[in-house]
């Protein structure tokens, strides 16, 4: 493991990337564009941020390192004038942290040029990469998604939009990828629709795909409908084509997005985030009563969720933890003495709401632990009488294997210990966490992975090459 991964907000699962991707009729700031949906996407990566643009199949690619607004200027978008562009900011877990690793990967070849953004993660990269270097292939990255454009680019004599397919029917694991090639915008989702995509179009006539609706508000679209599991669209000046690629299409979206990676404002495959977490907070207060005069969130992913505690509880919602917002990534140290720091830095206890109270703090994962014992040390701290802790989620066991950067199995405080074990650990008063069962009706109907709950995976593991 590398040492950016460490470079967590607080101990959580992090997401590893978005994507976006726009196409328009005419020419266009396209760049500027992808720019203010990247700016939205943020919270899914902060390492790099890439923009490429097409101008009628000529592809520029700008990237760097840090946040979207870091990375470009006004003038560099200036530059990005087109009639496409893909974008993509990255969080690793595949691959280290560096230019080379950050994308859009774009790729010059005899019949034509591409470029590629992905989120996920593949399972089966390491076996197809050697075989494409066992076939001439060089590689000039450490991330998994080189093997998809190298893979392309291997079967484009069978014309782009066939070498797609053809590609992506041999990778296995988790990927939303948004592809530019042969001046045509391509959307593909993996078979089990673990990783989020969703199409948008403008009042103008401009298709857009991104991994989450927050991106198409934010350039003022309309959400069309999201890309289906095993499906792969590809978006011209004929409008949209719809490819089924894979006949194994079983939708198993991530549930995690609704817990904690997606912004409370997206809609994923019909359900919105917000919602869901009110309902697992309203879900998580009928498990366990408990009398308590206040009602917290852990900001800002465990607050709806205490609304819905409060609501279902009857007991008052109030503020109990000031957020800093402006303290970068780069404060995060990867020694636990420091992360436990940074907790109490990033989050300051609102005393007035706290002292001499029975207090339920309500945040949506707890994934090592320490920040768990640090907040409860905090709220004891500012004179809560009481500290009873929930989680809107069930216990993280197990490692995620689609694109999601999880600490090591041994790392996972809920693989260690027992419930009454964690709650001694922390020092709260009770604990509870949502069942597996109220966690998926407080999403939907809909199946979903909850692998790293149960440890059952909807596909194989890269152990199991
Ligand atoms: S294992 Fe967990 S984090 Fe990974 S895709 Fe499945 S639900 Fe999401």
């Known amino acids: 493991m590398n040492e950016p991964l460490f470079l967590n907000e607080r101990d959580k699962m992090e997401e590893e990337c978005g994507v976006f991707g726009i196409y328009t009729a005419g020419k266009k700031e396209v760049g500027e564009l992808t720019y203010y949906a990247l700016y939205a996407l943020q919270h899914r990566g902060q390492e790099s941020a890439g923009i490429t643009v097409s101008n009628d199949g000529e592809l520029s690619t700008y990237k760097g390192m840090g946040l979207a607004a870091d990375v470009f200027t006004k003038e560099s978008l200036n530059n990005l004038i087109g009639n496409a562009a893909i974008g993509h900011v990255r969080y690793s877990t595949s691959g280290e942290s560096r230019i080379e690793n950050a994308q859009p990967l774009e790729n010059r070849f005899k019949l034509g040029q591409v470029a590629v953004a992905h989120n996920g993660n593949l399972t089966n990269s390491k076996i197809i990469k050697e075989l494409l270097e ?10 998994d998604s080189e093997v998809i454009i190298k893979l392309i680019a291997r079967k484009a004599a069978n014309g782009f939009e066939e070498a797609i397919r053809s590609s992506v029917s041999a990778i296995k694991g988790a990927f939303a990828l948004v592809v530019l090639a042969d001046n045509k915008l391509i959307g593909v989702r993996d078979p089990y629709g673990i990783r989020p995509l ?6 103008f006539g401009d298709y857009y795909l991104a991994s989450e609706s927050c991106a198409i508000d934010a350039i003022g679209g309309e959400v069309i ?5 095993g499906e792969m669209v590809i978006i011209d000046e004929n409008g949209i084509k719809s ?6 299409n079983t939708m ?11 912004r409370p404002d997206s809609t994923i495959d ?5 919602l869901s977490r009110v309902e697992s907070g309203r879900r998580l207060a009928r498990q366990m009563k408990i009398d308590a005069d206040i009602v917290i969130g852990v900001p800002d992913s465990g607050i709806p969720a205490a609304i819905g505690y409060a609501e279902a509880s009857g007991i008052p919602y109030g503020i109990g933890l000031i957020k800093n917002k402006y303290i970068g990534r780069t404060f995060i140290a990867p020694s636990q003495e420091l992360r436990e720091q940074a907790v109490a830095v990033k989050l300051n206890p609102l005393k007035v709401n706290l002292e001499g109270k029975k207090v339920v703090i309500i945040d949506d994962s707890l994934v090592r632990g320490t920040t768990s014992k640090k907040l409860v040390e905090i709220i004891r701290g500012a004179g809560a009488k009481e500290v009873h802790f929930r989680l809107a989620s069930p216990p993280v066991r197990f490692s995620c294997y689609y694109g999601i950067d999880t600490a090591r199995r041994d790392e996972l405080m809920a693989s260690q210990l027992s419930i009454e074990e964690i709650r001694k650990e922390i020092n709260a008063d009770t604990l509870d966490y949502l069942s597996l069962e109220n966690m998926l009706e407080s999403i939907g109907k809909n199946a979903y992975c ?16």
């Not at 490819?243 to 194994?248: A, K």
């Not at 019909?270 to 917000?274: E, L, P, T």
């Not at 909850?450 to 090459?465: I, K, R, V």
């Open 225 to 229: 409908r999201d890309v289906g599991a």
């Open 252 to 262: 198993n979206p991530c549930s995690f997005e609704y817990i904690y990676f997606a």
């Open 134 to 143: 066992d076939g001439g292939a060089s590689f000039h990255t450490t991330i």
């Open 198 to 203: 969703v199409i948008g179009k403008s009042k």
């Open 270 to 274: 019909g359900i919105n985030v917000y």
């Open 450 to 465: 909850t692998g790293c709950f149960c440890g059952e995976y909807p596909m194989c593991t890269p152990n199991e090459f």
């Open 243 to 248: 490819v089924v690629y894979s006949e194994l």
